[in-house]
């Protein structure tokens, strides 16, 4: 990621070096369209791509598996060395699925509120209706609803983009009500959870990484005209080296307010960015539009995720809807690997080495092989489950 600041002789950033001069360069950038040629438009900066020309691309090319790697390439520059924020317009090309997905969201978060959960660390209480890890509790509420939603071979694609295989989905929903208050800008987790001061403590190299490690996310569940208040994001201030020292400082908020821009959003959009990009959730200006997004924080093989997700839980929970989806033929080979991929644990690590040694190889069976082979064998559930079982007794301590 480029620097903009020079670095201290002792490998760190301090907010006192910090100016909106610096930022400002940056963000004067133009995206370009021979930058992202498989980009439909730019809007405002931001590329656009249209997800149903995507899809009859992949199809009719030569090598689709080649075409693919080309179209994961350009977003990877999009989102390092580019605007840092793409939208992927018809995501989900069948918005039943969306609706479908919708009323489980709105099931959970009437269970949200009756258990007096859905703190928002970034809105009022009462502004936002949250519901953390909504990602285990749809798969464990409504498999075959998870199953149609998260087998969306695009949507692997994005994730895969940015952070090659074994990456691990977690999500949460956010439904901004009418009045919702604009959020301030800021960066996201892993750095971005941090106070200004505490950031300070994290060497330079730090600052270039903890972007690399996750991929930020919003599936539009219902159409997002401007007056409801999507999300604001400021182009290319990703490649501000010192922005995680900068949230909550006046004169950078200032700067966000006049130079950020919004892009409405049709349901079964899906917008993603670079997490160092400075981004705010918009003030919900409509008497009548709940803004429900499900916001996706999809991490690397080798970070940290935010949430305590229970794999093997939903695995097991999930694997009946995905073997009868494939052997019906209701669900494409790829979009039923993106659902495995969203739901089990796709990298061999941490594990017990005593008792699940690497036999034949660098590293042991992974929760997503065990769930690939299973699949592809017909295996019933039962005995997809004491495979699973087994393997999760092998690498406790």
Same mark, same amino acid.
């Given at each position: 990621?480029?620097?903009?600041?020079?670095?201290?002789?002792? !490998?760190?950033?301090?907010?006192?070096?910090?100016? %909106?001069?610096?930022?400002?360069?940056?963000?004067?950038?133009?995206?370009?369209?021979?930058?992202?040629?498989?980009?439909?438009?730019?809007?405002?900066?931001?590329?656009?791509?249209?997800?149903?020309?995507?899809?009859?691309?992949?199809?009719?090319?030569?090598?689709?598996?080649?075409?693919? @790697?080309?179209?994961?390439?350009?977003?990877?520059?999009?989102?390092?060395?580019?605007? $840092?924020?793409?939208?992927?317009?018809?995501?989900?090309?069948?918005?039943? %699925?969306?609706?479908?997905?919708? @009323?489980?969201?709105?099931?959970? /978060?009437?269970?949200?509120?009756?258990?007096?959960?859905?703190?928002?660390?970034?809105?009022?209480?009462?502004?936002?209706?949250?519901?953390?890890?909504?990602?285990?509790?749809?798969?464990?509420?409504?498999?075959?609803?998870?199953?149609?939603?998260?087998?969306?071979?695009?949507?692997?694609?994005?994730?895969?983009?940015?952070?090659?295989?074994?990456?691990? /989905?977690?999500?949460? =929903?956010?439904?901004?009500?009418?009045?919702?208050?604009?959020?301030?800008?800021?960066?996201?987790?892993?750095? !971005?959870?941090?106070?200004?001061?505490?950031?300070?403590?994290? +060497?330079?190299?730090?600052?270039?990484?903890? +972007?690399? *490690?996750?991929?930020? !996310?919003?599936?539009?569940?219902?159409?997002? +005209?401007?007056?409801?208040?999507?999300?604001?994001?400021?182009?290319?201030?990703?490649?501000?080296?010192?922005?995680?020292?900068?949230?909550?400082? +006046?004169?950078?908020?200032?700067?966000?307010d006049a130079h950020h821009v919004q892009l409405p959003l049709q349901? $079964?959009? !899906? =917008?993603?960015?670079?997490?160092?990009? *400075?981004?705010?959730?918009?003030?919900?200006?409509?008497?009548? /539009?709940?803004?429900?997004?499900?916001? &996706? #924080? %999809?991490?690397?093989?080798?970070? @940290?995720?935010?949430?305590?997700?229970?794999?093997? @839980?939903?695995? #097991?929970?999930?694997?009946?809807?995905?073997?009868?989806?494939?052997?019906?033929?209701?669900?494409?080979?790829?979009?039923?690997?993106?659902?495995?991929?969203?739901?089990?644990? $796709?990298?061999?690590?941490?594990?017990?080495?005593?008792?699940?040694?690497?036999? $034949?190889? &660098?590293?042991?069976?992974?929760?997503?092989?065990?769930?690939?082979?299973? *699949?592809?064998?017909?295996?019933?559930?039962?005995?997809?489950n004491a495979t699973l079982q087994a393997q999760a007794q092998t690498?406790?301590?």
């Amino acid at each position: 990621m480029p620097t903009t600041s020079p670095l201290l002789s002792t !490998g760190h950033l301090q907010a006192s070096q910090c100016q %909106v001069a610096d930022l400002d360069r940056l963000v004067q950038t133009r995206t370009r369209s021979e930058d992202c040629p498989q980009a439909a438009s730019i809007l405002s900066n931001v590329p656009l791509y249209d997800g149903a020309a995507l899809r009859k691309a992949h199809a009719a090319a030569a090598d689709p598996a080649q075409w693919r @790697r080309a179209l994961m390439a350009e977003w990877a520059q999009v989102w390092s060395n580019g605007a $840092g924020v793409l939208v992927v317009q018809g995501l989900y090309p069948d918005t039943a %699925v969306v609706d479908a997905t919708t @009323r489980e969201f709105q099931a959970l /978060i009437e269970e949200s509120r009756k258990a007096g959960h859905g703190g928002d660390h970034f809105a009022k209480p009462g502004a936002n209706d949250r519901v953390w890890n909504a990602l285990e509790k749809l798969c464990l509420h409504a498999p075959d609803v998870f199953a149609a939603y998260y087998g969306n071979a695009l949507l692997a694609t994005v994730c895969e983009a940015w952070l090659g295989p074994a990456y691990q /989905i977690t999500s949460q =929903i956010n439904c901004v009500n009418p009045g919702g208050a604009a959020q301030t800008a800021h960066r996201d987790y892993h750095l !971005g959870f941090f106070t200004p001061a505490g950031a300070e403590r994290f +060497p330079t190299h730090v600052h270039q990484l903890s +972007p690399l *490690l996750t991929l930020q !996310g919003a599936v539009a569940h219902v159409d997002m +005209p401007l007056e409801s208040g999507p999300t604001l994001y400021l182009p290319h201030s990703h490649k501000y080296l010192p922005g995680y020292l900068v949230a909550g400082v +006046p004169e950078f908020q200032s700067y966000f307010d006049a130079h950020h821009v919004q892009l409405p959003l049709q349901k $079964g959009d !899906g =917008i993603f960015f670079n997490p160092a990009l *400075l981004h705010a959730a918009g003030h919900n200006r409509s008497t009548d /539009i709940r803004r429900m997004a499900n916001l &996706l #924080q %999809v991490s690397s093989a080798f970070g @940290r995720a935010m949430e305590t997700v229970d794999r093997v @839980r939903m695995a #097991q929970a999930l694997y009946p809807s995905l073997l009868q989806a494939q052997t019906s033929g209701a669900m494409q080979a790829d979009d039923v690997a993106a659902a495995v991929a969203a739901s089990a644990e $796709g990298y061999a690590f941490p594990t017990n080495l005593d008792r699940d040694p690497p036999i $034949g190889g &660098l590293a042991p069976l992974s929760q997503q092989d065990l769930m690939r082979a299973a *699949l592809a064998q017909g295996a019933t559930p039962a005995q997809f489950n004491a495979t699973l079982q087994a393997q999760a007794q092998t690498r406790l301590s």
